[in-house]
C-alpha cells in the first residue's frame, strides 16, 4: 500500500475500488460522477445516503464502491468525499483494490472545514488513475455540492443535518446567496480550480520525465550494443557486424519514438484540459483572452503568473499558479524595475482579481520611478502617495508591520478576526535605498503579512549573493520570477527545467483599465 500526499497520483489496475473514510465522530461518505468541467450532470450523479447508486457507483455498507468498467463513458473522474455536520479533524482515506489496500492519504483539515473531497479516481488515456486531493469546504456538503453542479434544493436535502453545534471556524463560510457557485456560468470552486492546475502541471512533469528517461534509456543501450557490435577486431568489419548496428539503431529509434508519441499524445490532452480550464477559471486564474475578464469578478484562490514550457519537449505551456494572498513574496528578478513595470502590472491586477468581495489597498515603493506608468492606474487603489524617496520607506513598511504585529497579538489571545480588505506591498528597486530596519521590518511582513491579508511583491536584483542575515533570509523565502530568458525553473515532482514566460499587463490605458477592473 503507498501513502499518498495532496496532489500525487497512481495507476489503477482493478476494475473493482472500494473507498472508505476513519476519523472522530460521524461522517456521511458520497461520490460525485463528473466530466471535464468537474461538474455532475444533474442530482442522479451524486451517490449518497438517499440516492445511494450510479452507473459503476454505489454505497453500501459505509463504503463507496466502484465498478470501473461501468462508469458512464463520458465521465472524466468520480470524486469521492465526506461530510459532517461538525467540524471535520483528522481523515484518513483509504482506497482498495480487488479487496486487497491500494492507497492511504492522511488529510488534516485546519480552518473549520465540514466536508472534504479526499480522492479523484479519473480516466487518463484510457487507463484509470487515482488522486489525493484533500479539497476542503467550510461551507459543508451544500457548498461542495453546488460547486460541482449539484441543484442547490437537491444539495441542501443531500447535506447531512445538524446534531449539535459544530465548532467554530477560523474562516468566514460563505452561504449559497452570498456566492451561488453552482449556477451556469459561474467558474469552478476556486480552491478546486488552483489545485486543478498544479494537477495539470504535475501531470506534464511526469510525462516529460517518462520521455526524457526513456530516450537517456535508448541512448545508453544503444552506445552498449554498438560497443558489443565492434568489441571484436576480427568481426567489426563484417556483414554480421553491420547488422547488429543497424539493430540496434532501429531499436534505438523505435523506443525513442514511441517515447515521443506518447509525450505528445500526453500534451495534446493536457492542452485540451488548459483550454477548457480557462473558458471556465476565474479572471485571477486566466489568460488575459479568458471570458471571466469581460465578466463579473469571482473570487479566486490563487492567481496565474505566466506559462512554463520547454522548448525541446515540444509546445505544451502549462499555467503557473499560486495561491493567493501570497503564502511566500514574489521576487521580481530584474536589474531595472522599469524593464519588468508590465509584468508587476500584470501581478497586482492579478491580486485585485482574485479577492473582488474585499477592498484592495495598494502601497508602492519605486524609488527610481521605474514604475510611474502604474501610478496612474492604480491610483484609486492606492493606500497613501507612490514612496519614491528612500527616507519614506520607513514609515510605510513601518505601519503595515504593526499593524501585523497587532493582528499577531490577537490570534495568540484567541481574539483574531480575518482581515477585512487585501493589501498589496510593492517593494521596488530592492534592495537599494532600503535601510537594515526596512528589510528586517519586511522580513517580518512575510511572516506574519497573512494575518493582515497581505501579498508581498518585491521587485528587484535577486542574483546576487547576500551573505548572512535578515535579507539573505527573505530572498532564499520568496518565491523568485526570473525575467531574462533562459533562466530554468525546476518542477518539484521530477526535477526537470521549465522555462518561466512572465504574464504582462498589455500597453494599451483601455486594456490597463479592464484587467486592474477600474
Known sequence: MIHLKAGQNTALTADTVRFTAQTTGAIDLGALVVGEDLRVRDEHDHVCASRPGAPGVRLAGGAIELSLSQVRSDANAVLLF?????????????????????????????????????????????????????????????????????????????????????????????????????????????????????????????????MISAREYATKRLDQEMSEAVSNPATRNTPAADAARAAAQRRHDELVAVADADHRRDSDQLAREIAEADAVMPAALASWLAPAWTTKAVRSDGIRLGELYALDRGTLRVPYCVPVPLNRPLWVDTESSAAASRVVGALVARLVAALPDKPTKVDLIDLTGGLRGLAAPLAPLLAGPVVSDHTEIAARVGELAHAAELAEIAYNSGQAVPPSEHRILVAADFPHGYQPADIVRLGQLMVRGDLIGLSLVIVGSGGVDFGDGPLSLLAQSCRHLPTVPGTPLFDPWTGNAWELDLDMLPAEPELQARYLRM
Open 82 to 210: 465526506v461530510a459532517a455536520s461538525h467540524v471535520l479533524g483528522t481523515v484518513t482515506a483509504m482506497l482498495a483494490e480487488n479487496g486487497t489496500p491500494a492507497a492511504e492519504f492522511v488529510i488534516a483539515p485546519s480552518s473549520g472545514e465540514s466536508a472534504l473531497i479526499c480522492l479523484e479516481v479519473y480516466r487518463r488515456g484510457g487507463a484509470w488513475k487515482l488522486r489525493a486531493l484533500g479539497q476542503g469546504y467550510d461551507g459543508g456538503a451544500a457548498r461542495l455540492l453546488t460547486a460541482h453542479g449539484v441543484p442547490a434544493a437537491a444539495a441542501l436535502a443531500d447535506a447531512p443535518t445538524a446534531h449539535g453545534v459544530p465548532a467554530a471556524s477560523s474562516q468566514p463560510t460563505e452561504t449559497l446567496a452570498q456566492q451561488p457557485v453552482g449556477a451556469p456560468g459561474i467558474p469552478l470552486e476556486v480552491d478546486h480550480g488552483l489545485q486543478r492546475m498544479w494537477m495539470i502541471f504535475e501531470d506534464a512533469a511526469r510525462s516529460a520525465a517518462a
